[in-house]
């Protein structure tokens, strides 16, 4: 009994002791899980930036994220948002969704967003606002259902005029 009860009292000190939450938990931590890459993008050339669109300025910038290559894309823009902005593929299966990037504020804050275009209100959305000036890698994860299309937003605070840099974007989705 008492080698019985001597385990448990290591077993739980052990597992309490173990266990830790990160303080940040923006900060992108390595993805030990496999993942599929839905999308990936460093913003090196025009090619880039095909099928981006949206209601702001954004153009290649010669700052860049650690290990991002040679630029980074500049956003900034009035009060319609999204500023920048590009479809992706509908998942052909539910599931979890990480939202990997790295950011950085010139003026104000941003964002990058991930939603689901579904009918329901509010949509299912990955939202990670950022307002550091040097470079910060951020990330974060959801739920997100199939069959519909996704959206990846780029936005600048909008009227009152952000001016934001953002590098190393990535959508992946954590296989089962």
């Known amino acids: 009994m008492k080698q019985i009860s001597f385990f448990l009292m290591v077993f739980t000190i052990s597992f309490l002791f173990g266990c830790k939450k990160t303080s940040q938990p923006n900060e992108n931590l390595p993805i030990k899980e ?11 050339s025009l090619s880039d930036t095909i099928g ?8 290649f910038y010669s700052d860049f994220s650690p290990n991002g290559g040679k630029q980074s894309l500049y956003v900034t823009g009035g ?11 509908a998942l052909t299966k ?3 969704i990480i939202l990997k990037f790295w950011g950085r504020s010139l ?3 941003g964002s990058v967003r991930l939603s689901a275009m579904t009918p329901a209100f509010p949509l299912p959305t990955i939202w990670v ?7 910060k890698q951020y990330s974060d994860t959801l739920l997100l259902p199939s069959s519909y299309k996704l959206q990846l937003s780029i936005e600048s605070n909008g009227k009152m005029g ?4 953002v590098d190393q ?7 089962e």
């Open 34 to 44: 496999s993942s599929e890459i839905l999308y990936s993008n460093s913003f090196e």
């Open 162 to 165: 952000g001016d934001i840099l």
């Open 79 to 89: 009060d319609i948002s999204p500023q920048a902005m590009v479809e992706l593929p």
């Open 52 to 59: 981006w669109k949206g209601y702001g300025f954004y153009k």
């Open 107 to 109: 003026h104000r804050d």
């Open 169 to 175: 974007i990535q959508v992946l989705k954590l296989l």
């Open 129 to 135: 606002s950022f307002q550091d000036t040097i470079w």
């Open 94 to 96: 539910e599931g979890r």
